[in-house]
C-alpha cells in the first residue's frame, strides 16, 4: 500500500524524496518549527535531512510516511506532515505535522490535515489517528480539536530532552467521529 501525494483546492502533499533535501534541512533547523518538537535536535547538518529523508521516503514502508506540504499554484514548499507507528492489528496510526512561520494562520495546516485524515480513514482502514503534543503548544491542541480531536489526557515526562523531561498530550480522532460529521 501506498500513501500516494494529495491534493486539495490550494495544496499539493509531495511524498517526500531525495529532492527535498535542501529544503528538510532548512526547514528543521529552524528553531520556529523545532521549537516544540522535543525528541530531536534542530538539524545541524545535511546529512541529518539526507536520513530523515530515507526513512520517511522509503516507498517500501508502508508503516510511515511523509509529505511536503506545498503551494500548489507557486509549488513553494511550506512544511511537512504525515504518519508514523501504524499498528496495522489495531488500525491506528498516530499523525505529525510542522509548518514554517511565515505560513501559520492561513489555514495551509487544517486543509493539509483534513486531506490526510480523510485518506487514512476511508482509504487506508485506519480506525484512529491519534497525535502526541507538547502541552504548552496550544496552537497545536486548537487546531486538532478543530479538526476533532479529543485531548485524552498527559502522557507524563514522554520526551526527554536537553536535560529535562517533557509532558505531552495524547489526543485522539476514531473514524466514526470523522464519519458522523462529529469532526
Same mark, same amino acid.
Given at each position: 500500500?501506498?500513501?500516494?501525494? &494529495? ?6 502533499? %509531495? ?44 516507498? @517500501? ?40 512561520? @511565515? ?12 486531506? &490526510? ?21 496550544? %496552537? ?44
Amino acid at each position: 500500500m501506498n500513501w500516494e501525494n &494529495v491534493e486539495t483546492e490550494r495544496l499539493l502533499l %509531495k511524498g517526500i524524496d531525495e529532492s527535498d533535501t535542501d529544503f528538510v534541512f532548512m526547514h528543521f533547523k529552524d528553531e520556529y518549527v523545532c521549537r516544540y518538537l522535543y525528541d530531536a535536535e534542530p538539524f545541524t547538518s545535511i546529512d541529518e535531512a539526507k536520513q530523515l529523508i530515507s526513512v520517511f521516503g522509503n516507498k @517500501e514502508n508502508e508503516e510511515i510516511n511523509r509529505w511536503i506540504i506545498m503551494d500548489k499554484a507557486t509549488k513553494t514548499r511550506m512544511g511537512t506532515c504525515g504518519y508514523m507507528f501504524w499498528d496495522k492489528f489495531n488500525n491506528s496510526i498516530e499523525i505529525g505535522y510542522d509548518l514554517q512561520e @511565515e505560513f501559520c494562520g492561513k489555514g495551509i495546516m487544517i486543509e493539509a490535515l483534513r486531506a &490526510v485524515i480523510d485518506k487514512a480513514f476511508t482509504e487506508k482502514g485506519i480506525n484512529r489517528i491519534q497525535a502526541i503534543t507538547y502541552i504548552e503548544n496550544e %496552537k497545536s491542541c486548537k487546531l486538532l480539536e478543530r479538526l476533532g480531536f479529543l485531548r485524552e489526557g498527559i502522557i507524563r515526562e514522554k520526551h526527554y530532552f536537553r536535560g529535562n523531561y517533557y509532558d505531552h498530550y495524547c489526543c485522539s480522532l476514531l473514524k466514526n467521529e470523522w464519519n458522523s460529521g462529529i469532526a
